[in-house]
């Protein structure tokens, strides 16, 4: 075994590790970390069939799975109430909030936005924390399927890296 190539796979395997407890607390786009050091990976090692099939499905997972985050969040938000517009708000409150005051404000920034919308929206305290509870909940969800995703690509890239290799013999 090349000890280069093996530094390389741990090296690669110690950052989506380290990815994917940035999901916990979503200090870093881990999935996208992921990605990019799936795609260093592979260029490095120079892709062929099975490996550039394997980092397609590990692009499309990221995608999914940076996609799936706001649609969790706001279908959750919206089940308890809370308007188009309130989540739309909650989306650019936690973009904002995520330079503001990393590494939580995203997502206090987005609970806060959707409250305050929807208590100026229906003038009632309860309507307005359903609405947060919702979208609370949502980012709960969010946050297992990122995580299973993140998963997903680990064992993807383990494959990639030490099953092909072993059977390429």
Not at 29 to 38: E, H, K, Q, R, Y
Not at 45 to 50: E, G, S, V, Y
Request: aromatic share 12%; proline share 3%.
């Amino acid at each position: 075994m090349n000890i280069g190539l093996l530094g390389l796979q741990i090296l690669v395997l110690v950052i989506m590790v380290v990815s994917l407890a940035s999901l916990v607390v979503p200090i870093l786009p881990g999935l996208v970390i992921m990605w990019v050091a799936t795609l260093i990976y592979g260029l490095l090692t120079h892709f062929d069939l099975a490996s550039g099939i394997i980092f397609g499905v590990i692009t499309l997972l990221m995608l999914a799975g940076n996609i799936s985050d706001n649609i969790v969040m706001g279908a959750s938000a919206r089940q308890r109430g809370a308007s188009w517009l309130s989540i739309g708000i909650s989306i650019v409150a936690a973009i904002a909030g995520t330079f503001i005051w990393p590494p939580f404000g995203g997502f206090v920034f987005a609970l806060v936005a959707v409250f305050v919308v929807e208590l100026i929206r229906w003038r009632e305290l309860r309507k307005a924390w359903e609405a947060l509870r919702g979208m609370a909940t949502g980012c709960g969800w969010s946050f297992v399927v990122r995580f299973s995703i993140g998963l997903l690509i680990i064992i993807l890239f383990l494959i990639w890296a030490f099953l092909l290799p072993a059977i390429r013999g």
